[in-house]
DNA sequence: TAATAATTTTACCGATTGGTAAAGATTGCA
DNA sequence: TGCAATCTTTACCAATCGGTAAAATTATTA
């Protein structure tokens, strides 16, 4: 602990610059290209510095991607977790779901680089995954289950909700250049983004079918 | 056209086959690793056949990455384009609903595949997007504006409805990873599917707030 | 300001990448 | 059966990959 504790000291002005620099210009090309995809020459280019130089900050590839996927997490859970069991039951969930597309919209980067990582197999989150996450989702369920039960929505399927949260917040990241050949590039962001939250509320409470008919 | 012609001369049986077993396992590794990530010769290990033997049959890594997204587009938007602007509104979409379901169950490869070129900037596929898959969801989002304006169904934003249809559906073969961590890996394949199905339908048609409530 | 620590550069390494040349083996067909 | 067309293997290539050694430079501090 004593050894450790000498290589553990302070960091230097120029290190916590170089770390930064570093960490977003990873961020940028992981997010595009993945884990194998993407070449320590490339994070070097885009941070503006030689690639001996990127290793003496970070040792490897994997040291990079390591820290990156683990701020993410760190903040990725959030919005869930903030769901509150005493809360409104449709508002908890209109509030998950806006926050969660503002997640999209404003670190499409951060989510592109966790759906590169999910659909590559996860290997380097998949304990998080069946850690952290299940046991987060598994009781967040519970309420929702509760929820149904005492007529304060409507009884259904909890982690299916909770999924199709995911999928349709994230796809505005993650799917950004179909999202955006299909709406045309005319379209602002802030349009886009006001024009999802409208729909995912109307769909995610009343659903589609015609008004009035119950 | 006469000097292709003599190019274009029938396929021999082991032809037909190698292409075949190259193709099957450039979807394996394509969907896993993403176009950079994958390496032909992982491709051609995978197809059981040395590098140099698949190089004759596709000449680049490129070329076999191509004809996979041709065929995948191909199948892709047929559910879409079998949606009747006669038939019944909510019918019509939750048939659309389950048909995206079924690919996502049955192709799930072909699913990651096309997530991973969307995710990494669709540099292969971006006039398809814009053109072809553009025209055929402004045609449907018509569709459906006009089921709303006749009464038939909510009114809502077209676009958007489509694209939660695609990304609550396509989630499923995309995140499959997440979806087992959080889930359990001991359901079936085929009960997580019918949940889903189930859950879907709920929400397009219902949404979740309280039933008897308007 | 001298010495020490931190940072950057230059030059390199072996392994892997996508791809080729050409000889050898196999196949289908007249 | 012979022979041309098809297929497969062996041996390679230049470029790029992740990463290292060590000298040269810059910043910090006694």
Redesign the interface.
């Known amino acids: 602990m004593k050894a450790r504790a000498a290589k553990t000291r302070r960091k230097t002005r120029i290190q916590q610059e170089n770390e930064e620099r570093i960490l977003e210009a990873a961020l940028e090309v992981f997010s595009?290209?993945?884990?194998?995809?993407a070449t320590i020459d490339q994070i070097a280019d885009a941070a503006g510095m030689s690639k001996p130089n990127l290793l003496y900050y970070f040792r490897t590839k994997d040291a990079i991607h390591r820290l990156l996927i683990e701020q993410l997490l760190d903040n990725w859970l959030d919005p869930l977790r903030e769901m509150d069991p005493d809360g409104n039951p449709?508002q908890e969930?209109r509030n998950y779901i806006r926050r969660k597309l503002e997640m999209a919209r404003d670190f499409p980067r951060e989510s592109?680089l966790f759906?590169?990582e999910?659909?590559?197999?996860?290997p380097r989150v998949?304990d998080v995954?069946?850690g952290e996450?299940?046991e987060l989702?598994d009781e967040k369920a519970k309420v929702i289950r509760e929820w149904g039960r005492q007529?304060?929505?409507?009884k259904?399927?909890p982690?299916?909700?909770i999924?199709?949260i995911?999928?349709?917040t994230?796809?505005?990241a993650?799917?950004d250049?179909?999202?955006r050949?299909?709406?045309g590039e005319d379209m602002s962001g802030d349009g886009r983004f006001e024009?999802?939250a409208?729909?995912?509320d109307?769909?995610?409470?009343?659903?589609?079918?015609?008004?009035?008919k119950?």
């Open positions: 595009m290209h993945g884990f194998r995809g449709l969930i592109r759906a590169n999910i659909l590559q197999g996860a998949e995954l069946k996450l299940r989702v007529g304060k929505m409507a259904c399927d982690y299916h909700l999924f199709s995911w999928a349709t994230q796809h505005y993650d799917f250049v179909q999202v050949a299909v709406l024009d999802a409208r729909f995912l109307q769909l995610f409470v009343d659903g589609l079918k015609a008004p009035g119950n």
